[in-house]
């Protein structure tokens, strides 16, 4: 595996994020910083989240992009768009629900030139752990079966 890299751009007022690699718990903090950046603009005509070089996700992250559907839908009316190629990164994203909160397709976005990496972020353990809590809260709420898997990690979370 290698070590995950979340790039971002702004075109014509379509926001793309693009994950590579494998992305986990360490980029939420970034992660959530652009997703409140893209809903202070609420200037624009598309989100589009590009998976096509993620070879992993793990749920914190899956959480988040929850989040950014969910803001989407409500403040400017528009499901936004996710591109995967990778079968594995495909069967995930159907089992978590994503089919119903995102627009999936199969085809690569056409500007990969235009991306910049997102800036790391340093938090404290409180607001990553409450990153995560969120994170996982949303998923929950997208289907039973989350809520089933990740019952327990968020009661954990809680007490702590």
Same mark, same amino acid.
Do not use: W, Y
């Given at each position: %595996? =290698?070590?995950?890299?979340?790039?971002?751009?702004?075109?014509?007022?379509?926001?793309?994020?693009?994950?590579?690699?494998?992305?986990? *718990? +360490?980029?939420?903090?970034? $992660? @959530?910083?652009?997703?409140? !950046?893209?809903?202070?603009? *609420? /200037?624009? =005509?598309? &989100?589009?989240?590009?998976?096509?070089?993620?070879?992993? &996700?793990?749920s914190?992250?899956?959480?988040?992009?929850?989040?950014?559907? &969910?803001? =989407? #839908?409500? !403040?400017?009316?528009?499901?936004?768009?996710?591109?995967?190629?990778?079968? /594995?990164i495909? #069967? *995930?994203?159907?089992? %978590?629900?994503?089919?119903?909160?995102?627009?999936?397709?199969? #085809?690569?976005?056409?500007?990969?030139?235009? $991306?910049?990496?997102?800036?790391?972020? @340093?938090?404290?353990?409180?607001?990553?752990? =409450? !990153?995560?809590?969120?994170a996982? !809260? &949303?998923? %929950?709420? $997208?289907? @039973?079966?989350?809520?089933?898997?990740?019952?327990?990690?968020?009661?954990? $979370?809680?007490? +702590?």
């Open positions: %595996m =290698s070590m995950g890299r979340i790039q971002f751009a702004e075109q014509s007022g379509t926001f793309v994020l693009k994950f590579v690699g494998e992305v986990r *718990l +360490t980029l939420c903090s970034a $992660l @959530d910083a652009t997703i409140e !950046k893209i809903f202070t603009a *609420l /200037d624009f =005509s598309a &989100i589009v989240i590009d998976l096509t070089e993620a070879e992993s &996700i793990d914190t992250t899956l959480g988040l992009l929850a989040k950014l559907s &969910i803001l =989407s #839908r409500q !403040k400017v009316g528009l499901l936004p768009t996710v591109v995967t190629t990778n079968p /594995d495909s #069967r *995930l994203l159907q089992s %978590m629900g994503f089919d119903q909160v995102f627009n999936i397709v199969d #085809r690569p976005i056409p500007c990969p030139e235009c $991306l910049t990496d997102l800036p790391s972020q @340093d938090q404290s353990e409180d607001v990553v752990r =409450s !990153k995560v809590l969120e996982h !809260k &949303i998923l %929950m709420g $997208l289907n @039973d079966s989350n809520r089933e898997a990740f019952h327990d990690l968020v009661n954990a $979370l809680e007490r +702590t």
